[in-house]
């Protein structure tokens, strides 16, 4: 990574997740909050319709519709379609984007705390995970194991990334979480501000990497129906460890399901309201230490 010209924090891809809507109100009326001296900060409220419905979104889930074919495809029409084109000409094109760096802000139903989720272990960001865990000890460090190319809109340029924090319910503002994502993008900028001006000192640093395994899905009959809930005991514990032999499930005649994998795992994205539609009861992480 050369000089950081131009960074975006964009709010609202999911319309009824409020942190990220009224965080960027907030820059918008009072820029000078996130610009620096040595870059240009801009802001993007993505999807502003779903954010008047207080809804996920309108037809589409806006976090899925930046594939190249999909943003190439003129034949795609929906609402979220037509705005991630949108979003590609003001922030991309992807591959080539204008822009260096994206903060996508989330939230989440689940005990994910404050997350920062990577699509990269370029050392770039590698360093920048360090440093937001070393000032704060409550940040966690998330990066999926990616095979194919993302349709998230984080991948419009090659350092886009994520905070999720959580748990807060879907169009429901809670002022702790909203203060704490707050200050950690400041904190962010900060760091890019000084990173431009040579004062990053590269000094062996460790901090522990959460690593995306698989997703898992709810036990469910040949209808699809689901047939069994997240057990208590793991409920909200994202991040814990999930021994082989653990309760995983619960049905709802009280039969307990256990977790039958081989190894210890870290569950994250527990009960995630939106993921019912995907599918999705959890995903499992690996839990590795990371020296950069």
């Not at 939230?107 to 404050?114: A, H, Q, R, W």
């Amino acid at each position: 990574m050369n000089k950081i010209n131009q960074v975006a924090v964009v709010g609202g891809t999911h319309g009824n997740e409020l942190t990220g809507v009224y965080l960027i109100k907030k820059f918008e009326r009072f820029p000078q909050l996130i610009q620096r001296s040595s870059f240009e900060t801009l802001t993007l409220l993505a999807n502003p319709q779903a954010f008047a419905k207080n809804r996920r979104y309108i037809d589409k889930d806006l976090n899925r519709c930046f594939l190249n074919q999909d943003l190439q495809n003129s034949s795609l029409s929906s609402y979220e379609d037509v705005r991630a084109k949108t979003i590609n000409q003001m922030l991309g094109p992807k591959g080539q984007s204008q822009v260096d760096i994206i903060v996508d802000l989330h939230s989440t139903t689940t005990n994910m705390g404050l997350s920062i989720i990577l699509d990269t272990q370029h050392p770039f960001m590698m360093r920048l995970a360090a440093y937001l865990c070393s000032i704060n000890p409550l940040v966690k460090i998330c990066c999926p194991q990616l095979d194919q190319e993302s349709s998230f809109l984080r991948s419009l340029c090659k350092f886009g990334f994520v905070i999720e924090v959580g748990p807060v319910a879907q169009g429901v503002l809670n002022a702790d979480l909203y203060q704490k994502t707050e200050q950690l993008i400041y904190t962010i900028l900060d760091y890019l501000e000084a990173y431009n001006q040579g004062l990053i000192l590269f000094e062996h640093s460790t901090f522990t990497l959460f690593e995306y395994i698989e997703t898992i899905d709810y036990p469910r009959n040949e209808k699809g129906e689901i047939q069994a809930m997240i057990h208590p005991h793991l409920h909200y514990r994202d991040y814990k460890s999930l021994h082989p032999g653990d309760p995983i499930f619960i049905t709802f005649d009280g039969k307990e399901i256990l977790y039958q994998g081989k190894s210890i795992v870290y569950p994250i994205f527990i009960n995630e309201a939106a993921y019912y539609e995907k599918g999705i009861a959890m995903c499992l992480t690996k839990k590795q230490e990371v020296t950069v």
